[in-house]
């Protein structure tokens, strides 16, 4: 009986592991398949609830985590791309998304899994052309994820004739709050509410829980899904946790709701399963599914309340980066381009303020290790990015107008200025890639060393600081002084690399530790280097820098 047990252990830990490897790898296919547009859907569909909703449940299918696409969305928010309220339209979609993997559980192919798992491995190892590949990976993973399934299956059968698991079924059944903290705390160990619903399924298949059990453990999975939110948005900022928090209030209330409803629910449950003839996976997911459809559809007309009571509960500056362009309007390029260059040029500044902001979270997140610095400076990096984008396309519409020499002359000054300062922004993002190297090796930077790397900082932001202001107000004496602190950056760089060699060479220094200290003063010698373009838009072109 022993080995019975063990075998039993062994084939549903195994085949859960495999289910799970399925689902993420059918994930990644999907997600790659798509390329860099989930974040483009994210920001440009999300102009209200009801298309927030659509988007998020677009969103979860491609990448088959609900988690994965809050996440994405905490991202946004702290990019600027999206406000609170967006975000929570975005949530409830993904809750949707999330019962895409119940029903295609349900679909009785099991018997296909394994030339599924060939079929995949085949276009995955044969082909080079990346749609095939992708192509391969997610059948490959669905492959997996039926087989994965019918091992755990297999495993749970002899569940139903254990005294002690009829015992807890009708325990759940009796008291629901049993089986909604049982369904929160195993979705919560194995952190996939796909998985938890997984089991259901082969468990009400097997015979070995009744629909009127399984549903509060349903409800439980829906709130177990939030906390990878919640861990995930634990020392994140404050935006991050108000998202997860609002992920969270929505299942807690449409559960309660549920709850509530209990056998009118079952009842309906058991109504639909009868007239669409539904095997009991299908009828697991079509339970997923109408409670997440009718939660949202509920709770929807109270997104605005929802933002607001997210924000009473976590209080704080939102530190939200507003990432999306304040200046640039298109009627006035026709109208006036003299004004539209003004306007790009405003833009740019803006830009350089998001650039400032970014170096000096980079230079906390230096000295301290916070996370919560290098979230904020990869989002500013990020919405950098955005306005680049945005202004050079504005500036290219430009262009197409007739321009005197003057102005002419400001908008090659602004177009330049703008890949300065977006290249500003890549080199801090470097910086932040050699802290979380430092971190994660544990590489530790000699006291004299951190030493030096902040007083050539200092200097830089300084630097950079000086330069957008000469160029914001047309200074050429600021201009001048940027162009001799530069030379000062130059000059501590070599002077600091001399002593990091004779730090080495006294094995106070390790080789790992020289690697970040070298590659982060390269970095900001660079930064002085586009910020000594910028003042050379004023004083002429002729010495200007390469990057």
Known sequence: MELDVQTLIFQFIG??????????????????????RLRDILDRFTT???????????????????????VLVVGLVNAGFMTLRQAIGVIM?????????????????????LPMIALGAFLIFFFKNKRLTYAGQVFFGLGALFYGLDLMSGAMSPLRSMQAFQELTVSMSEIP???????TVFTFIVQSSSATIGILQGLAEQGAIGLDAALPVLFGDNIGTTITAILAALGASVAAKRAALSHVFFNLVGTALFLILLTPFTHLVDYFQAQLNLNPRSTIAFAHGTFNITNTLLQIWFVGFIAYLVTKIVPGEDSVIDSKPMHLDPLIIQQSPSIAIGQAKDESVRMGDLALKGLEETRLYLNNNHQKHSELALSMEDAINNLDRKITDYLGKISTSSLSTPESNLHSSVVDNVRDIERIGDHFENIVELVDYKISNKVHLTEQ???????????TLATV???????????HQAAMDVIQKEEQIDQMERSFRKKHILRLNEGICSGSAGIVFVDILSNLERIGDHAVNIAQELVGKENKMNE
């Not at 209200?48 to 809050?70: D, E, K």
């Not at 709050?177 to 369904?183: A, M, N, P, R």
């Not at 060393?449 to 200097?459: H, K, P």
Request: cysteine-free; overall charge negative.
């Open 15 to 36: 085949g859960l592991g495999i289910f799970l490897f399925g689902i993420k790898y059918m994930g990644d296919g999907l997600q790659r398949s798509a390329g860099d």
């Open 465 to 475: 600081k000086q330069a957008l202001k000469a160029f914001e107000e047309q200074d």
């Open 93 to 113: 979609g993904a809750n949707i998304g999330t019962t895409v993997t119940a029903f295609i559980i349900g679909i009785d192919i099991d018997q296909y899994s």
């Open 48 to 70: 209200n609830p009801f298309m927030g909703v659509l988007t998020g449940i677009i969103v979860t299918i491609l990448i088959q985590s609900s988690s994965g696409t809050t």
């Open 177 to 183: 709050l049993l089986g909604v903290f049982i369904g």
């Open 449 to 459: 060393a951190l030493e030096d790397v902040n007083e050539m900082y200092n200097l």
